[in-house]
C-alpha cells in the first residue's frame, strides 16, 4: 500500500540519550515534513525539506535535526532527549511545496522519561 | 499572532447534522483545510477552500468567508465513524500552515 511508513511505532527514551524517527515514503513527493502534536495544542513543524538534498526550520526546530538524502527517506534525529519532548510526531509529504494538502504517516508516540 | 480557534469538544447524535466552527487571525491567507483525525490514527485531509463559499463532498461541506476570517465544516446524516477530531489549518502568506487544537467531536446513539 502506497503511502508514508514512520518507525518506531512507539519508544520510551531515557533523558539525555539519542533516538532517530524514520520516514519513508513510496508517492515520490517533493516535499516532506516533520510535525509534532500535543494534547490541546495544534499541530506544529519541527522541520521541512521541499526538495531532496535542502531542509529548512519550522516552528520548533531546537533539539532536533532532519537529513534529505534522497526522496524517499526523512529521519528526524533527537540528539539529547529531553522529557519536553514527549509527544506524538507526524511525519507529512505532499506532491509540491507551499499547499496545505498533507499525506501523513501513522506517526511515532515518543515518551522520555 | 497567529491565531486558530475551534471548539475543544462537540457532541451529536447518529443521523443528525453537526456544524464545528473555525475563526482565524493570520498573516495573508492562502487556503483554508480541514483534517479529521481518528483517536491515535494520522490526520487525513477533508477539504479545501480558498474562495468564499460553500463546498460540497458528500456528506461533508466547508464554507469560507475571508473578510469574517470564519470557516465551518458541515458534517450532515452523521454516523458512528464520524466520531473524531476536526483540524482546521489555514496557509498563510508565507505558506506556512497553521494548525488549530482541534475540535473532538462526539457522536451519540
Known amino acids: 500500500t502506497a503511502g508514508i511508513t514512520q518507525a518506531p511505532t512507539s519508544q520510551i527514551l531515557a533523558a539525555g540519550r539519542s533516538m532517530t524517527l524514520r520516514c519513508t515514503q513510496d508517492?515520490?513527493?517533493?516535499?516532506m515534513y516533520w510535525y509534532r502534536q500535543d494534547l490541546g495544542l495544534g499541530l506544529r513543524l519541527i522541520h521541512y525539506?521541499?526538495?531532496?538534498?535542502?531542509?529548512g526550520k519550522g516552528e520548533v526546530p531546537d533539539g532536533y535535526s532532519v537529513s534529505r538524502a534522497n526522496t524517499d527517506d526523512f529521519p528526524l534525529t533527537l540528539a539529547s532527549a529531553v522529557p519536553s519532548q514527549t509527544s506524538v510526531y507526524f511525519c507529512?509529504?505532499?506532491?509540491?511545496?507551499?499547499?496545505?494538502?498533507?499525506?501523513f504517516g501513522e506517526g511515532s508516540r515518543l515518551t522520555v522519561l | 499572532g497567529q491565531n486558530i480557534d475551534q471548539p475543544t469538544e462537540m457532541t451529536a447524535t447518529e443521523g443528525a447534522i453537526v456544524q464545528i466552527n473555525c475563526t482565524y487571525q493570520?498573516?495573508?491567507?492562502?487556503?483554508l483545510f480541514w483534517y479529521q483525525q481518528h483517536a491515535g490514527e494520522a490526520p487525513t485531509f477533508l477539504s479545501y477552500?480558498?474562495l468564499d463559499g460553500l463546498e460540497e463532498k458528500g456528506r461533508f461541506s466547508s464554507f469560507l468567508s475571508r473578510s469574517k476570517g470564519y470557516s465551518y465544516l458541515l458534517l450532515k446524516e452523521l454516523q458512528m465513524k464520524d466520531s473524531a477530531s476536526y483540524l482546521c489549518?489555514?496557509?498563510?502568506?508565507?505558506?506556512?500552515?497553521?494548525w488549530g487544537a482541534g475540535t473532538k467531536l462526539i457522536i451519540k446513539p
Open positions: 507529512a509529504s505532499s506532491d509540491r511545496e507551499n499547499t496545505g494538502e498533507l499525506f
Open positions: 508517492m515520490r513527493h517533493n516535499a
Open positions: 525539506s521541499n526538495t531532496a538534498g535542502t531542509t
Open positions: 493570520t498573516s495573508g491567507f492562502n487556503g
Open positions: 477552500n480558498v
Open positions: 489549518a489555514v496557509l498563510d502568506s508565507n505558506y506556512q500552515l497553521i
